[in-house]
DNA sequence: GTCTATACCTCGATAGAC
DNA sequence: GTCTATCGAGGTATAGAC
């Protein structure tokens, strides 16, 4: 039995081929879209040799959703009730638009998952996620009950926090067609600053 | 050979049922993901009856994306240059998001396709698209010369209008599951509403 | 641990009766 | 125009030699 305490240096190496390779293909062409063909090709392991070390293609999917909630809410984790309420949430922005760029495959991969109806997270959306959201969202209403920021709906504040950052990986082609090439991100960050600088600025 | 312009009753009609169906998959599968049985079953006709009306999967598919920027623009297209500037860029949001209220799956198809790199719509991102925001992000730019509204980057400006209107129909499993299933768009309407009046408002 | 060969199935598309 | 039956490609997974 392999024990994943006990990996030979192979085991290891190549098991991190397939997870880098997977990732690449899965989150460019969806689970079904994909094929064992192409993540092997990617990987440069043979076909038979992916499903040695895992059991199926479903396993391979699964091994990458399972880490990929956790690093996509790592940045909402670290919103801290005890710091600055205004400086708390541009930081935030700012760590989620930092995600975006270093690690659009993951974006996309997470994208694709939940456009289709989340049919492979399980409960994890309405457990892990919920509860982290409704947690966070009772620190920002309680921001705005002392008046450190200006008067939004928490959920909304959270749910614009992510789509305006997660837009650029998922959306990559569509805003690259549009500026014709060019690297969205430093805009991106100074637009988001900017516009969540106003929103949420006390007033009066 | 069947002319555009003289199909039966029947022919319309079926060729509204597949279209119907077939938005209904694509939009939740994707392209890959989904099935001709699965259209077939949708459409309440025969798998070998789809391939009468449309000559492969693929034409299928592409009749949907036909019409799709289009439909998707249109909202832009009216923003008008000689309206109230604060006013023209409000109802643009309002009509975005009442787009992605009335057509979900549309935006999910739209969405599924972008995701993946756009490989079936051709380069009507670089023309139709670029051009249209090109000439609307000239019209926000005069805008903003003259001090109509606040000073902001008229790209990334569009970028965030899309991605926050789009953001509820493109992850209302995500949306749901954070808010129990409530109805999002109420909320939303408001709080865009006053996210954009707050970045846009000329101040001084 | 890794390969070649292949079993087996799903799916898009076609044949041909009605 | 619509159906049943089926072909053939492509895809996941396994067998078995090395």
Redesign the interface.
């Known amino acids: 039995m392999t024990d994943k305490r006990h990996l030979t240096k192979t085991q290891q190496r190549n098991r991190g081929l397939i997870r880098e390779a997977a990732l690449e293909i899965f989150s ?6 994909a094929t064992l063909d192409q993540i092997a090709e990617a990987s440069g392991l043979s076909k038979p040799n992916l499903l040695y070390y895992f059991p199926s293609k479903e396993a391979i999917h699964e091994e990458l959703l399972g880490g990929l909630l956790d690093l996509w809410l790592a940045p909402l984790r670290e919103l801290n009730d005890e710091g600055d309420a205004l400086a708390e949430l541009l930081d935030y922005v700012s760590r989620k638009l930092q995600m975006s760029r270093e690690h659009p495959r993951e974006s ?1 991969l997470f ?2 998952e ?5 049919p492979r997270m399980g409960g994890t ?2 457990t892990d ?2 509860a982290l ?2 947690d966070k969202a009772a620190i920002i209403r309680h921001w705005v009950e002392q008046g450190r920021i ?1 008067p ?2 928490p ?6 926090i ?3 950052t ?3 990986a ?2 990559d ?3 690259r ?4 090439g060019a690297d ?1 991100y430093p ?2 960050e ?3 600053h ?2 969540f600088l ?2 949420l600025s006390p007033r009066g």
Chains 1, 2 share one sequence.
Not at 28 to 33: L, V
Not at 177 to 180: E, I, N, R, S
Request: proline share 2%; net charge negative.
């Open positions: 460019q062409y969806g689970f079904r879209g996309r994208a694709n939940i456009l289709q109806g989340a959306l309405d996620l919920k959201v409704d200006a939004v709906d959920y909304h504040l959270i749910f614009s992510w789509a305006l997660q837009h650029y998922d959306f082609v569509q805003v067609a549009v500026l014709d969205p805009g991106a100074a637009y988001l900017d516009l106003r929103l």
